[in-house]
């Protein structure tokens, strides 16, 4: 009886992954990629070179999807010519704050990277959700929302918009709260936490935990850090992890530079593992009905970081096939067209990576 129910558990948990595999989420399109906006405090040449030096950083690591490369000597030296690396700059001043804008070359900026043996990853990214909860030392457990938490919640945005990528809040309204209780969150229960989020379309859940530790480097026992242990369900598999901070902000942050690191290693392209020879391969798209649809998915495929050229190559009624030329290898490009809700794979369970056969969606 036991094992019987195990079983149904666990068939439960895979129709629930596959129905959130097949669903109708879609990617973001991160758009200022190569631009940045910081805080400064005055106009002067000084406070003026050291943002747009802050604002390289912050281009270099939304493009590699990389949070460690700012370590790197190389990538060192060239922040210290941040300005040619610049196309335009102005300063923007709001009621509370003024800020230097900045628009780097994107050429210079990939090369840079490539020649740097980092990943490049392009403005198509896929959408996560955040499902967060929270214990105080002196508290119980509760869901992180706008009216409890702000703060964090404010955090996050903040460090997804730096790293260029989407997370978006749930409501917790009360669909949300009766489909999914804090015990869903604090156990990271992901058959759960997807039914929940198909109503948002999203491709990636995030669930987290945060609550304090003891601090091993402490003087004292008294001083605390806190910690988030975090499950990530993306294409209907999990992986897990920990981060911690010195409080409850800067684990926030941690948080969403690990899903940003997470998602960098699949998406972002890594052209130091590249054969000098572009791999080609053939995609065959299927129910096209007319001539606009032929120049749409072109247009589509020209746009993915993982394909140097796209052509079309035979039309036979509805169906069109185009050999793409490309720079990363086919699962790249899979996982690239995996973001667009306008394809859909003629097999949903299981691609043919050396038949690849999709529909577009009208």
């Known amino acids: 009886?036991?094992?019987?129910?195990?079983?149904?558990?666990?068939?439960?948990?895979?129709?629930?992954?596959?129905?959130?595999?097949?669903?109708s989420a879609h990617a973001g399109v991160i758009d200022g990629l190569y631009s940045a906006k910081v805080e400064v405090s005055d106009q002067s040449t000084g406070t003026q070179n050291k943002a747009i030096r802050q604002g390289l950083e912050d281009v270099f690591v939304k493009v590699s999807g990389s949070s460690s490369l700012l370590r790197d000597p190389k990538i060192s030296q060239q922040l210290?010519?941040?300005?040619?690396?610049?196309?335009?700059?102005?300063?923007?001043?709001?009621?509370?704050?003024?800020?230097?804008?900045?628009?780097?070359?994107?050429?210079?900026?990939?090369?840079?990277?490539?020649?740097?043996?980092?990943?490049?990853?392009?403005?198509?990214?896929?959408?996560s959700i955040l499902w967060l909860a929270i214990k105080e030392p002196q508290?119980?457990?509760?869901?992180?929302?706008?009216?409890?938490?702000?703060?964090?919640?404010?955090?996050a945005q903040e460090t997804a918009t730096r790293r260029g990528i989407e997370v978006v809040q749930p409501l917790l309204d009360l669909d949300d709260m009766q489909s999914i209780s804090i015990y869903d969150v604090w156990g990271g229960f992901v058959h759960q936490l997807a039914q929940a989020s198909r109503r948002y379309a999203v491709e990636n859940v995030l669930s987290a935990r945060v609550y304090s530790v003891e601090n091993p480097d402490a003087k004292t026992r008294t001083e605390l850090q806190w910690q988030a242990d975090w499950t990530l369900l993306e294409a209907g598999n999990t992986t897990s992890g920990t981060v911690t901070g010195e409080d409850q902000e800067q684990t926030v942050i941690a948080l969403i530079n690990s899903l940003a690191d997470n998602l960098a290693t699949k998406y972002a392209i890594d052209f130091s593992r590249l054969d000098p020879n572009a791999q080609r391969t053939?995609?065959?798209?299927?129910?096209?009905?007319?001539?606009?649809?032929?120049?749409?998915?072109?247009?589509?495929?020209?746009?993915?970081?993982?394909?140097?050229?796209?052509?079309?190559?035979?039309?036979?009624?509805q169906v069109a096939q185009f050999e793409l030329s490309l720079l990363g290898d086919v699962d790249n490009l899979i996982d690239a067209m995996?973001?667009?809700?306008?394809?859909?794979?003629?097999?949903?369970?299981?691609?043919?990576?050396?038949?690849?056969e999709y529909f577009w969606k009208l």
């Not at 804008?101 to 990853?121: A, H, T």
Request: hydrophobic content about 40%; some cysteine.
């Open 139 to 155: 508290g119980g457990r509760e869901l992180i929302s706008e009216s409890s938490h702000q703060g964090l919640l404010i955090r």
């Open 338 to 356: 995996a973001l667009d809700n306008r394809l859909s794979p003629v097999n949903r369970f299981e691609v043919d990576r050396q038949n690849l």
């Open 1 to 23: 009886m036991i094992k019987a129910v195990a079983i149904l558990a666990r068939l439960h948990l895979m129709l629930w992954l596959s129905l959130w595999c097949s669903g």
């Open 282 to 317: 053939v995609v065959s798209i299927k129910n096209l009905t007319n001539l606009r649809q032929y120049g749409e998915i072109v247009k589509f495929f020209n746009g993915l970081s993982v394909v140097n050229s796209a052509n079309l190559v035979s039309q036979t009624g």
């Open 80 to 127: 210290k010519q941040a300005k040619s690396y610049l196309r335009t700059y102005r300063f923007e001043q709001t009621p509370e704050q003024l800020y230097l804008s900045v628009n780097f070359d994107q050429e210079k900026v990939d090369k840079q990277l490539r020649n740097s043996g980092y990943r490049i990853w392009d403005k198509r990214r896929p959408e």
